[in-house]
Each structure stands twice: as structure tokens, then as C-alpha cells.
């Protein structure tokens, strides 16, 4: 009777911590998930603001953040989100010189370095008109 007792806590306390794994980042919003810069000077530094929301009942692990470009930079690429709780990173691009399209992409990796979350950035740079050689 013992043994059944220990087996039956034993099997319910693996399948409680499975499911938390799988729940954890259930209720995290990331906002925006797209960043459309529009029309930017060649060359110029760029700035956006990612916000993370753990709506979940349990804390979030970002294990990382890595960009397509080396022309990214971001503010934080490891914390915690305590449930309720919302954490913004900055991110910085450094644009083309030329007049062209461009465009990036985020990932963020959550609670397992499997799961992981896409943001998109793109724009158009143009030269800046100087007036003087006209």
C-alpha cells in the first residue's frame, strides 16, 4: 500500500513538473511582433523598443536573443519575467549607407533553447539630400 501511495505522488509530481515546462512561456505577449521603419536616412541608427509580458502563472527565462545582422544590437539577451511582470529591451540598427530596402529578423529564446519567438524589422533607406550641391 505504501509503494502504491509513493508511486502514485511520485507519477504526479513528474507530470505537475512537465506540465509547468510546457506552460511557462504559455503566456508570454510580445508586442510588437513586426517593425516597419518606414523611410530612414542612410546610415543613421535606429531604435526600437520590444515589450515582453509574462501573462502566465509561472516565471519566463529568456536564454537569449539573436539577431540576423551584425548591424543589431540589443540592450539585454538573458532575464527573467516574473509572472504579471513586463520587461522591455531596446533594440539599435545601424542602417545601410546606400539608398535600398533593408530588413532583420529577432529570436528570442524562451524556458527550452527549442522554443523560440520571431520579430521582424524592415524599412527603406534613402540619401539625404544635400541642399548645398544643388
Known amino acids: 500500500m505504501i509503494r502504491t ?3 502514485i505522488v511520485l ?3 513528474v507530470f505537475f513538473l512537465v ?3 510546457f506552460d511557462s512561456d504559455a503566456g508570454l505577449l510580445i508586442s510588437p511582433k513586426n517593425v516597419d521603419f518606414g523611410e530612414v536616412t542612410a546610415g543613421e541608427s535606429v531604435t526600437f523598443n520590444i515589450e ?3 501573462q502566465g502563472n509561472w516565471p519566463v527565462r529568456i536564454h537569449g536573443v539573436k539577431t540576423s545582422c551584425d ?3 540589443i540592450s ?3 532575464f527573467d519575467i516574473e509572472p504579471g511582470k513586463t520587461q522591455s529591451i531596446t533594440i539599435a540598427v545601424e542602417t545601410p549607407h546606400a539608398s535600398r530596402s533593408f530588413e532583420g529578423e529577432l529570436i528570442i529564446y ?3 533553447p527549442i522554443r523560440s519567438e520571431k520579430i521582424k524589422y524592415f524599412g527603406v533607406t534613402k540619401q539625404q539630400c544635400n541642399s548645398a550641391m544643388l
Open 110 to 112: 524562451l524556458n527550452e
Open 71 to 73: 548591424c543589431t544590437t
Open 5 to 7: 501511495a509513493s508511486l
Open 76 to 78: 539585454e539577451r538573458r
Open 19 to 21: 506540465a509547468s515546462l
Open 52 to 54: 515582453l509580458s509574462n
Open 11 to 13: 507519477i504526479s509530481t
